[in-house]
C-alpha cells in the first residue's frame, strides 16, 4: 500500500446496472486526482433501490476492493450517492426577525431552520437543505447576507427528501461492506459538480443523468439548486426493448446498444447489417441498423419527452438559458444528444468529468460522471467541516424520535 501524503477521498455510486467506486487524491489547490477506479455489475438493486442486501454488498466490496489495489490505499469512508423514485425535492421558505443590528451566523441557521419546518410523513428524512437564496428586508437575489443590516431575514431553500426505509438500506449495504459513510448525495448534484462549468451554473441549466434505472433531474440556476426529480425510467428499459423486439438474450442486447445503438434515425447507416446472437443454440440472426433504431428511438424519446414535462411542470424553464446537459451511462447513446436538441429546442451536450486529475482518460465519459462528483462533494466537506457521519442506524434513529415525539403528542 502507498503512504498517505495528501488527503483521500472516496467516492461510491451505487446505480442500478454497476457499481462505482473512485478514489481520489486532494492536491493542495483542492484538486482531486484520481488515484484508483473500480466498477462491478451491480447486482441486488432496482431503479435505485435495494432488493437484496447480499448482493449488493458483494457489489460494493468487489468495486471497492479493485478501486483500493489500483490506488495501493486502503480508503475507511466515503461519500455515497443515493437516487431512486422514492427522491423527492419541495421548495420552502423561511422568515426570521433579525434581533441584532446585522445578520450573523446564528440567523443564518435559524432562517434556514425554519424553512427546514414542513410537515413530512413519518417515514420520510431529509438528506439535503439546499439554499436558494436570502431577502434581507426587501432585497431579493442575496447569496450571502452575512454581515447585512437588516431587521427582517427570509430564505428561499429546496429540501431533498428520501425514504427512511431505501436511504437505510443504502447505508446498511455500505456498512457491512466494510465501509463507513461520510455523507449521502443526492446523485443528480453530483453529476453537476462534476460536469457543469462556472457559467452554466450561474446562468441556468439542466442535468439530466440517466442511468441504468432511473433518470435523474436537476435545474441549477444561479448557483442554487431550483428543482430535482426522479423518472423511473432509464436506460436498462432500452436493452429491455432490444431483447424483446430482436429475439435476443438481455446481455446480448445490451452489448448491441452500446456497440451500434443509436436515437436518432438521420443518423444511421441505412445499408450497415448488424448480427445478433440468439438466446441458447439459436443462429444469429441479421438486422439492418434501421431495426435497431427503430427500437430505440421511440423509447429514448419517450424518456426525453418525459423529462421536458418535468421541467415545464417545474416553473423554471424560461430561466435556463445555458441548455442541457446529459450525463449517465445512456449519455453516451449515439443521436441521443441530437434528438434531445429536436425535443427540448435548445442547446443540449454530452456532460463528462471536468477538473480533475489523475486518472483521467479512464474516467473521462458519462458514466462516471457521478462517482466524480461525489469526490468534488466530498473535497467541499472537508475544506468547509463535516456534518456528520451515518451509521446503519442513523436514519432509523431518527424516525423513532419522530414516531416518539408523534405518539406523545397524541396522548398529550
Do not use: F
Given at each position: 500500500m502507498r503512504r498517505k501524503t495528501q488527503p483521500i477521498v472516496m467516492g461510491l455510486?451505487?446505480?442500478?446496472?454497476?457499481?462505482?467506486?473512485?478514489?481520489?487524491?486532494?492536491?493542495?489547490?483542492?484538486?482531486?486526482?484520481?488515484?484508483?477506479?473500480?466498477?462491478?455489475?451491480?447486482r441486488g438493486l432496482n431503479k435505485g433501490v435495494v432488493v437484496n442486501i447480499d448482493s449488493t454488498v458483494e457489489s460494493i466490496r468487489r468495486a471497492v476492493n479493485e478501486a483500493q489495489l489500483m490506488a495501493g490505499v486502503e480508503v475507511p469512508s466515503a461519500y455515497v450517492g443515493i437516487a431512486g423514485g422514492h427522491i423527492t425535492g419541495i421548495n420552502s421558505t423561511g422568515i426570521i426577525a433579525v434581533r441584532s443590528q446585522d445578520i450573523t451566523l446564528r440567523e443564518v441557521n435559524q432562517v434556514i431552520e425554519a424553512a427546514k419546518a414542513v410537515a413530512l410523513p413519518m417515514d420520510r428524512e431529509v438528506i439535503h437543505v439546499l439554499p436558494q437564496e436570502f431577502i434581507v428586508d426587501d432585497q431579493d437575489g442575496v447569496m450571502d447576507p452575512l454581515g447585512m443590516s437588516a431587521v427582517r431575514l427570509e430564505a428561499k431553500v429546496h429540501i431533498v427528501t428520501a425514504a427512511v426505509t431505501s436511504a437505510h438500506n443504502i447505508v446498511k449495504c455500505v456498512n457491512n461492506a466494510g465501509l463507513e459513510v461520510e455523507d449521502i448525495i443526492l446523485e443528480q448534484l453530483a453529476s453537476g459538480a462534476a460536469t457543469l462549468t462556472p457559467e452554466e451554473r450561474d446562468y441556468g441549466a439542466v442535468i439530466i443523468d440517466i442511468g441504468g434505472g432511473t433518470t435523474d433531474i436537476a435545474l441549477l440556476a444561479g448557483d442554487s439548486v431550483k428543482h430535482t426529480a426522479v423518472l423511473a425510467v432509464g436506460g436498462n428499459h432500452i436493452t429491455n426493448d432490444l431483447a424483446f423486439g430482436l429475439g435476443a438474450p438481455v446481455p446480448e442486447a445490451e452489448r448491441i446498444k452500446k456497440a451500434f445503438g443509436c436515437a436518432h434515425a438521420s443518423l444511421v447507416d441505412a445499408y450497415e447489417m448488424i448480427e445478433v446472437r440468439g438466446a441458447d443454440e439459436r443462429p444469429a440472426q441479421k438486422y439492418m441498423s434501421r431495426d435497431l433504431c427503430d427500437i430505440i428511438e421511440p423509447r429514448v424519446e419517450e424518456m426525453l419527452h418525459m423529462a421536458r414535462r418535468e421541467i415545464l411542470q417545474s416553473g423554471y424553464a424560461e430561466r435556463l438559458p445555458a441548455g442541457i446537459v446529459l450525463t449517465g451511462g445512456t449519455a453516451s447513446l449515439r443521436g441521443i444528444v441530437e434528438l434531445a436538441e429536436d425535443i427540448f429546442g435548445c442547446a443540449v451536450r454530452c456532460g463528462v468529468p471536468r477538473d480533475i486529475g489523475g486518472l483521467v482518460g479512464m474516467v473521462n465519459t458519462p458514466m462516471y460522471a457521478t462517482g466524480v462528483g461525489l469526490l468534488q462533494c466530498g473535497v467541499k466537506q472537508i475544506h468547509y467541516g463535516r456534518f456528520h457521519k451515518f451509521n446503519d442506524d442513523h436514519l432509523f434513529a431518527k424516525l423513532y424520535h419522530r414516531m416518539r415525539d408523534w405518539f406523545g403528542e397524541l396522548l398529550t
Open positions: 455510486d451505487i446505480g442500478t446496472t454497476k457499481v462505482c467506486a473512485l478514489i481520489g487524491e486532494v492536491q493542495d489547490d483542492n484538486q482531486i486526482d484520481v488515484i484508483g477506479v473500480g466498477i462491478h455489475p451491480s
